[in-house]
């Protein structure tokens, strides 16, 4: 169980395009899902939290209208990269907490390789 | 924030050797899960451990809270064990956001 499905596994795209990225969770109701961006031999660094119908929260320094996060069901996030980019090329990865079920800790998706060319 | 710490940075083993991963953690923490990242970018969650002693296989995971450290055991390593391995910590509700270590970048030869 607690499978998170994260599509696409990669994309490329021309700059001043923008890029949408799911999260999808299979097997359980995500209350709460994180957005996080990976620079090569880098730990995550985490973009966002979004809480199932509700604004997301941005870390500092994350530009909202440049990542624009949807949480608009239990079971389905997305991350928009607008106006991309190659400095915005970058591994991004979700990941969603079970809510209520701590022992389960947290599901990561299989992460997206953004190129912008 | 909480600061977590992850030693050694590069760990290169041969096949078959067993090695110690640690976790130091700033501050008391409420979770703290162990994941492996493959080569694909994939992370796996290998332990959920706030605390005690968990066993999966050829894997351990120890985590004294009290001292706030945590080790990663791998016994007779293979290949497929490469990859980095990242410690994360969430302190305050048990499901907040994650802290995560700069990860060990584990690298075994055949």
């Known amino acids: 169980g607690a499978v998170v499905s994260q599509h696409p596994s990669r994309v490329i795209c021309k700059s001043g395009t923008s890029v949408k990225i799911e999260c999808r969770s299979l097997?359980?109701?995500?209350?709460?899902m994180f957005w996080y961006r990976q620079f090569p031999k880098q730990s995550l660094m985490l973009m966002a939290t979004s809480n199932e119908g509700s604004k997301a929260t941005y870390e500092q320094g994350v530009e909202k209208d440049k990542f624009l996060i949807n949480h608009a069901s239990l079971t389905l996030s997305t991350l928009t990269v607008t106006s991309a980019h190659p400095e915005d090329s970058s591994f991004y990865i979700c990941s969603a907490s079970r809510g209520g079920r701590e022992s389960y800790g947290y599901t990561f998706g299989s992460g997206t390789r953004l190129t912008v060319v | 924030g909480i600061q977590v710490e992850q030693s050694p940075p590069d760990l290169i083993l041969q096949e078959g050797a067993n090695s110690t991963l640690r976790c130091n953690f700033s501050?008391?923490?409420?979770?703290l899960q162990w994941f492996h990242q493959n080569p694909w970018g994939q992370l796996i969650n290998l332990f959920y451990i706030p605390s005690g002693t968990k066993q999966n296989g050829r894997l351990s995971a120890t985590t004294v809270a009290t001292e706030r450290y945590s080790l990663l055991y791998i016994s007779s390593s293979q290949t497929t064990d490469s990859g980095v391995y990242f410690c994360?910590?969430?302190?305050?509700?048990?499901?907040?956001?994650?802290?995560f270590g700069r990860g060990t970048q584990l690298t075994v030869w055949p």
């Open positions: 994360a910590v969430v302190r305050g509700s048990t499901l907040g956001r994650l802290y």
């Open positions: 501050d008391s923490v409420n979770n």
């Open positions: 097997d359980f109701q995500a209350t709460t």
